[in-house]
């Protein structure tokens, strides 16, 4: 026993890749330790790894501690009983543990079927079925092999292998025959090969392994019509799969009336697919690989299977047809803010100080309404001095008429018309004293109410007052949107004051950039002139506005921004 699993652990090793160490431990402790290479010292990990093997019952792949390699270990049981782990070191990459797994897990899988069911008997000839794939022969080459170890095995007539492809045959088969058992080549033209592949192509579309028989009730065409013609006594149909998805079929020929045992060989059966499956990606060049990539999606949609898929696809194709044909009114939003049509000022008409206020921003006002008023304490001063020194003038001319002085009358006379214009203008300055509106509105700002006895220089502005019923409306419009709008065009505009009402405006002016702190990045102030306006509209509400553009495609309106975007970052980033 001890010269099979010796065996059976040298070709194991020899057909994986970059094997360091390994080694058997049989459950039974009196045995000795099996290594490969024969004599080598196993490291601590190696032996820590197989006894949590042993004691979990489960296969386990642990990273060594420098990342160089994995370890696997594997438990081995022989008709339930636990019976040896076997442990092995490799120098592979994450990429290559899969495979590595699955041929360890096929080699485990066949030692216990041998030990199983043959008993000491079996001679380590047959461990050599593992390492087939493991070689450099193309898989023809391989199936060819296989084929007549699995004739052997079974005692066959014959054995044929199969494998599924995209493509079908000129008899509309989707299986196509690639090796038979002790044939090194064949004609795939041969009548012989068509009847295989319509046996094949039936038990796939079964779905489930086939033994059939001359006496069984229920007839298949194909296999009934094979063994009638080649007289055969019993064929037998087993499916290949890889992760449940159709990999190849074998088809056994037996002569004699035995019936094969499927249970013997379905382990051996089971493993192939993912061999078979690497095997094909392997011997795939890097082209087919892509298009393979590619096409599989596609086969699968087109497919007689996955309706979700076909039905996902004509939802999506439906999608793509109605945001591309139907159109819609594309709108440029911009937030808003409603301003007065004409604004007026009201300033200090001297320096003076401020000595009341009637009122304040936000208060609505008539025309020639007083809104404050200005000392006039000192002008009244003057013009008291002003009073009495014209006066003065008055007498001194009169006196110099009777004087008949006539060069001092006509100097008095000047300082009488000179007092004259001087009480003028300060008359004037008092009729300004009280600062009143120059139109019916709405005070935007100014409130003097806190500045009582506050001193104003001359032109200092003191209250804006905007005309009522008399508007327009300013949209701050993003410099990614500006390329749209034009004069003339027509939108409508929400305020939050008024959430329930659209009021219509025309865009009538595109003024030049405004950077405002308020908003992120550069906005283009554009002006529109409204065209209904309703009650209790005041400078100041802010609202969000939308420019009808014209008709787009939907397509177009939900993804315009996402492609220019994609466009200005590529520009960006290409060289």
């Known amino acids: 026993m001890r010269s099979l699993t010796q065996s059976w652990l040298t070709h194991v090793c020899e057909m994986l890749p970059k094997v360091t160490v390994g080694a058997y431990f049989p459950n039974d402790t009196a045995l000795p330790v099996e290594t490969w290479p024969q004599g080598s010292i196993l490291s601590p990990?190696?032996?820590?790894?197989?006894?949590?093997?042993?004691?979990?019952?489960?296969?386990?792949?642990?990273?060594?501690?420098?990342?160089?390699?994995?370890?696997?270990?594997?438990?081995?049981?022989?008709?339930?009983?636990?019976?040896?782990?076997?442990?092995?070191?490799?120098?592979?990459?994450?990429?290559?543990?899969?495979?590595?797994?699955?041929?360890?897990?096929?080699?485990?899988?066949?030692l216990e079927l041998l030990l199983d069911n043959r008993g000491a008997s079996t001679t380590p000839h047959d461990a050599k079925f593992a390492s087939l794939f493991a070689g450099p022969e193309d898989l023809s080459t391989i199936l060819t092999t296989l084929a007549t170890m699995l004739a052997q095995m079974t005692n066959s007539t014959r054995a044929s292998i199969g494998l599924k492809t995209t493509r079908t045959t000129k008899n509309g088969n989707s299986i196509i025959v690639k090796a038979i058992s002790h044939e090194a080549a064949f004609d795939p033209r041969l009548d012989l090969v068509g009847m295989i592949e319509s046996v094949m192509e039936e038990a796939s579309q079964a779905g489930v392994d086939i033994s059939y028989g001359t006496e069984s009730e229920?007839?298949?065409?194909?296999?009934?019509?094979?063994?009638?013609?080649?007289?055969?006594?019993?064929?037998?149909?087993?499916?290949?799969?890889?992760?449940?998805?159709?990999?190849?079929?074998?088809?056994?020929?037996?002569?004699?009336?035995?019936?094969?045992?499927?249970?013997?060989?379905?382990?051996?059966?089971?493993?192939?697919?993912?061999?078979?499956?690497?095997?094909?990606?392997?011997?795939?060049?890097?082209?087919?690989?892509?298009?393979?990539?590619?096409?599989?999606?596609?086969?699968?949609?087109v497919g007689p299977e996955s309706l979700t898929s076909k039905l996902a696809l004509v939802v999506i194709i439906m999608l793509a047809v109605f945001l591309g044909v139907v159109h819609g009114d594309f709108h440029v939003k911009a937030s808003a803010r409603l301003e007065g049509l004409s604004q007026h000022a009201v300033a200090a008409p001297f320096e003076g100080y401020i000595i009341a206020s009637s009122a304040r921003a936000g208060d609505t006002v008539a025309a020639g309404q007083v809104l404050g008023q200005m000392d006039d304490r000192d002008l009244l001063l003057e013009a008291q001095r002003l009073k009495a020194e014209k006066d003065e003038f008055t007498r001194q001319y009169r006196q110099a008429l009777a004087d008949l002085n006539q060069s001092e009358s006509t100097i008095l006379k000047a300082r009488i018309e000179q007092a004259d214009a001087r009480w003028s203008l300060l008359q004037?300055?008092?009729?300004?004293?009280?600062?009143?509106?120059?139109?019916?509105?709405?005070?935007?700002?100014?409130?003097?109410?806190?500045?009582?006895?506050?001193?104003?220089?001359?032109?200092?502005?003191?209250?804006?007052?905007?005309?009522?019923?008399?508007?327009?409306?300013?949209?701050?419009?993003?410099?990614?949107?500006?390329?749209?709008?034009?004069?003339?065009?027509?939108?409508?505009?929400?305020?939050?004051?008024?959430p329930g009402q659209k009021i219509p405006f025309v865009i009538e002016n595109i003024s030049s950039v405004f950077d405002s702190q308020e908003t992120e990045g550069v906005v283009f102030k554009t002006e529109g002139r409204l065209e209904g306006q309703p009650e209790l509209l005041r400078p100041g509400m802010e609202g969000n506005a939308r420019v009808n553009i014209g008709r787009r495609s939907w397509g177009w309106i939900l993804f315009h921004d996402v492609i220019d975007w994609l466009q200005l970052t590529s520009w960006k980033l290409l060289p």
């Open 218 to 301: 229920e007839i298949l065409p194909a296999h009934d019509s094979f063994l009638r013609q080649l007289n055969r006594n019993r064929l037998c149909s087993m499916q290949v799969t890889n992760n449940s998805t159709l990999v190849a079929v074998i088809l056994f020929e037996q002569e004699g009336s035995s019936l094969l045992a499927q249970d013997q060989i379905q382990q051996v059966i089971d493993g192939l697919g993912p061999l078979i499956s690497l095997k094909q990606q392997a011997s795939v060049g890097v082209l087919a690989r892509i298009a393979r990539t590619v096409l599989q999606p596609i086969q699968a949609l």
């Open 428 to 498: 004037h300055r008092l009729e300004q004293v009280e600062l009143r509106s120059p139109v019916a509105g709405i005070v935007l700002s100014g409130d003097l109410s806190r500045s009582q006895g506050a001193p104003v220089e001359k032109g200092q502005l003191l209250f804006e007052i905007a005309p009522l019923q008399s508007y327009r409306i300013v949209l701050l419009v993003d410099e990614s949107d500006i390329q749209d709008i034009r004069p003339g065009q027509y939108g409508e505009v929400v305020l939050t004051a008024h």
């Open 45 to 110: 990990a190696l032996e820590s790894s197989a006894a949590a093997a042993k004691q979990q019952r489960t296969a386990l792949t642990r990273e060594a501690a420098d990342h160089a390699g994995i370890t696997v270990a594997y438990p081995i049981d022989i008709s339930g009983q636990p019976y040896g782990t076997l442990a092995i070191s490799l120098d592979v990459t994450r990429e290559q543990q899969k495979a590595v797994n699955q041929l360890i897990s096929w080699g485990v899988s066949w």
